[in-house]
């Protein structure tokens, strides 16, 4: 039987609107948590949020916006997230693609995230895919100077795709290179997706690119 999902936050409710954070935004949404200047870490397509926690968890002085498209696994981060001490974490449910048009500055992040997103595998569906040469050359304007934008997938094909569509924008530089790519990163925590396709023993690709 399909568990029924609880709405109720049982503490603070990390979750903020797109149009919070155009009315107010993010060093607003952080405080008191965390004061300005922010530095900004942004995960998207977070999943079940393991990885955003670890993130987190791990750098008490950034502020993380984890980004997803779906309401359940927003609800269900913001549950959890709801149950710890964290208050360097805001969610937003909305696409990548909006939140990084509409609703991160030039210049104003330190570091994106984006951990096995939907390969769609069709060749008709691959226009859906989220990581493309506009979305790459929006996140590079993003990004401060010396920031970095990591991508991994397990799918081959989108990984030329991916791999393209990196080193085709100017304003990023490969911080792996002579590699294109890493097949593992040591010390890296494994994702939810990742854990599964190692499990079947998928050739895995990541990506590290800096903001020249
Ligand atoms: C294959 S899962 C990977 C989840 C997680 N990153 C991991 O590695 O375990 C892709 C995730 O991206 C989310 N997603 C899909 N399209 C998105 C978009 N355009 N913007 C933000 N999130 C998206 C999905 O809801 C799903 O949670």
């Known amino acids: 039987m399909a568990r029924k999902l609880k709405y109720d936050i049982p503490g603070p409710d990390r979750r903020v609107s ?3 954070v155009r009315e107010k935004g993010w060093p607003a949404l952080f405080a008191p948590d965390l004061a300005a200047p922010l530095r900004l870490a942004v995960e998207i397509g977070f999943g079940r949020g393991e990885f955003l926690l670890h993130l987190a968890e791990s750098r008490p002085g950034l502020a993380h916006v984890g980004v997803e ?3 359940k696994r927003v609800l269900k981060m913001a549950r959890r997230l709801a149950r710890t001490e964290l208050g360097n974490v805001r969610l937003v449910e909305a696409t990548g693609e909006e939140v990084v048009r509409d609703l991160l500055a030039e ?3 330190q570091e994106f ?3 096995f997103p939907d390969p769609w595998p069709k060749k008709r569906h691959h226009r859906r895919r989220l990581v ?5 050359a929006r996140l590079a304007d993003r990004l401060v100077p010396g920031g970095e934008l990591h991508v991994a997938t397990d799918h081959a094909d989108y990984a030329e795709a991916i791999d393209e569509a990196l ?3 100017p304003r990023l530089e490969n911080a792996l290179a002579p590699e294109r790519f890493l097949r593992d990163v040591p ?9 599964e396709w190692r499990r079947e023993g998928r050739a895995l690709h990541f990506w590290t ?3 020249r």
């Open 107 to 109: 210049g104003s992040v």
């Open 187 to 195: 010390g890296r925590l494994p994702t939810a997706y990742e854990l």
């Open 113 to 115: 995230w984006i951990n």
């Open 132 to 136: 493309q040469p506009p979305l790459v």
């Open 69 to 71: 498209v779906s309401f």
């Open 209 to 211: 690119y800096r903001r």
């Open 18 to 20: 797109p149009d919070e």
């Open 167 to 169: 080193a085709g924008e």
